[in-house]
T-cell receptor, first 113, second 114 residues
Framework: ETGVTQTPRHLVMGMTNKKSLKCEQHLGHNAMYWYKQSAKKPLELMFVYSLEERVENNSVPSRFSPECPNSSHLFLHLHTLQPEDSALYLC????????????FGSGTQLSVL | AQSVTQLGSHVSVSEGALVLLRCNYSSSVPPYLFWYVQYPNQGLQLLLKYTSAATLVKGINGFEAEFKKSETSFHLTKPSAHMSDAAEYFCAVSGSNQGGKLIFGQGTELSVKP
């Protein structure tokens, strides 16, 4: 198990449901990320949080809502999703200054029916 | 703007054979380049990174990659494949001031035949 833990590992939800993905890192890092991994497509950066900055990818639909209550926890709140949102959602953390050195969780495999 | 292209979505080699996974990048600033590996049912793990020091970079598990500016390439190699190398490999690019905001390629799945 890595220092980044994601729950749940699998999630099946209907389009009218509201659910949340959780990520917790035990590495003392100060930046956290959400990536979306769809089959046969490059990983897509969704959101970034750090002590200094929150960056949103403008192409992320508002049905995805991130929350970072502290530097160790990151949530992704989901509501009224579409079937095309089915994917593996990966959380990662890093230490500011360690360019590109991300530590990933195992992901949440999301299926939207 | 930055982008990464991985040539070949699937590569198959025999155990003991040379592994070569291709990556070409485009970047308007001096790039930082990375290779990540993803084993089944796991998250991504950093294999190696280039950050403007030596052009030949050695990583974990016997992998290495060479930065060639003239070819805008950062191909990943391993002299002798092992069954445990079967996984998906991702090339990624970042700028020096972009922290963890990596731009990933679409990935190359490596199969190793006995």
């Amino acid at each position: 198990e890595t220092g980044v833990t994601q729950t749940p590992r699998h999630l099946v939800m209907g389009m009218t449901n509201k659910k949340s993905l959780k990520c917790e890192q035990h590495l003392g890092h100060n930046a956290m990320y959400w990536y979306k991994q769809s089959a046969k497509k490059p990983l897509e950066l969704m959101f970034v949080y750090s002590l200094e900055e929150r960056v949103e990818n403008n192409s992320v639909p508002s049905r995805f809502s991130p929350e970072c209550p502290n530097s160790s926890h990151l949530f992704l709140h989901l509501h009224t999703l579409q079937p095309e949102d089915s994917a593996l959602y990966l959380c990662a953390s890093s230490q500011d200054g360690a360019v590109g050195k991300l530590f990933f969780g195992s992901g949440t495999q999301l299926s939207v029916l | 703007a930055q982008s990464v292209t991985q040539l070949g979505s699937h590569v198959s080699v025999s155990e003991g054979a040379l592994v070569l996974l291709r990556c070409n990048y485009s970047s308007s600033v001096p790039p930082y380049l990375f290779w990540y590996v993803q084993y089944p049912n796991q998250g991504l793990q950093l294999l190696l990174k280039y950050t403007s020091a030596a052009t030949l970079v050695k990583g974990i598990n016997g992998f290495e990659a060479e930065f060639k500016k003239s070819e805008t390439s950062f191909h990943l190699t391993k002299p002798s494949a092992h069954m445990s190398d079967a996984a998906e490999y991702f090339c990624a690019v970042s700028g020096s001031n972009q922290g963890g905001k990596l731009i990933f390629g679409q990935g190359t799945e490596l199969s190793v035949k006995p």
